[in-house]
């Protein structure tokens, strides 16, 4: 118990002060290996006529979708994830579509914040990646403090209401033997992505080139090792597209929510309750 309260401790401590860089103005950069005691987790602000479908999307699709928080419509907090949190000021980098087109990035979203809103905040692969660092496993785009590279893959959702798409996935560089123990390790984060979705065979799930990312930087697949593959909190982003909302608003890719919860708690199965979905007006 002491050892579970002091990780908490320590994550929050971690948690709030990157945010409080954030929030300043003084962070806008990609979260992968800044915050690792930290669960980071995926973005989705939507009108709340849409809540419902998009809660029935994210049930529907728990590996590229793991929920883990709801928040109330029109309101920024999010208590279950951190005790100060802002959705409209706290990621690095936001993503405002307009009917399914990129309109612009930004770093505050109050300008265009509606009474309405509801966010969702999904489960993200950084979340496992300190564990998968203390057993000895590198990853490259940490040690080069780049962005994880993420494709869009062949893998299709199961559609909900108005979305559906394709899974994109991150890809992280291994030898075989690191690539089977990441997945007996990552198969505890169940809430952020679990297993790899694909190992060594990037053309099995439509990657023709592994160094032109979709999304993300371009990381090297040196000799002796193989491409592994997770499902990534990016995808709702491409079911955005085909539904085309008049407005909604995400995380840039690799830009993170930083949460007040100890990443090594949400592999022991303790990580925050889900709420129920929000009602339609």
Known sequence: MEQQIAARNAAREEAVALRTRIRGGFFADQTAGVAPLCVQGNLVILPSYLADDFHRYCEANPKPCPLLAI???????????????????????????????????????????EDDFVGFVLGCSYSFEAALIDHGIPLRHIENNMGVPMFISNIETVPAGTFAGPTVVSMRPMTPEHAQWAATICAQFDRAHGEPVQIGDAAAIGINDIMSPDFGEPTPVEDGEIPVFWACGVTPQMAIKQARPDICITHAPGFMVITDIAASELAAGRGPEISSAPQSN
């Open 71 to 113: 928040s109330k419509p029109g309101d920024p907090a999010l208590p279950s994830l951190a005790e100060e949190f802002d959705l409209r000021t706290d990621v690095p980098l936001y993503r405002i579509y307009r009917r399914g087109e990129l309109e612009r990035e930004t770093t505050d979203i109050r300008d265009v914040w």
